[in-house]
């Protein structure tokens, strides 16, 4: 596998108040990271819910149609690192560094709302 392009995630005991407890990134959520990691645009489209709504700060996508072309043109081909995980009750939210196109980059917390296993809801603000 090629480093620039793997994720990382934080250490199964983690949590963003500085306590020791074992917390999972959820499913659909870790699905996302994973897709990026792999540059896997299906993928990464197949992880939201057909009626899903994604906001990029002050930007927002409808449905899959929509993501699938911010994804392709802004996600797919850079590097998500995962610093924290915060799970709730629908879902989680990840503290993560993404670096377009594999260097630089910023910290940005990744709000995911998941229905039925899938992401409803992806909230992109900078940390």
Request: charged share 35%; aromatic share 8%.
């Amino acid at each position: 596998p090629d480093p620039a392009k793997e994720t990382t995630g934080p250490s199964p005991d983690d949590t963003a108040d500085g306590d020791r407890r074992e917390t999972a990134v959820d499913p659909a959520a870790q699905a996302y990271v994973d897709a990026v990691a792999d540059e896997d645009l299906d993928a990464l489209v197949d992880a939201f819910h057909p009626d899903a709504r994604l906001v990029d700060v002050d930007r927002t996508f409808d449905g899959r149609d929509e993501i699938r072309d911010w994804a392709r043109d802004e996600v797919i081909g850079g590097r998500l690192t995962v610093l924290e995980n915060t799970p709730k009750d629908d879902g989680t939210t990840l503290l993560v560094r993404f670096a377009p196109g594999g260097t630089g980059g910023f910290e940005a917390n990744y709000t995911f709302d998941v229905r039925d296993g899938r992401i409803a809801r992806l909230d992109l603000q900078y940390a």
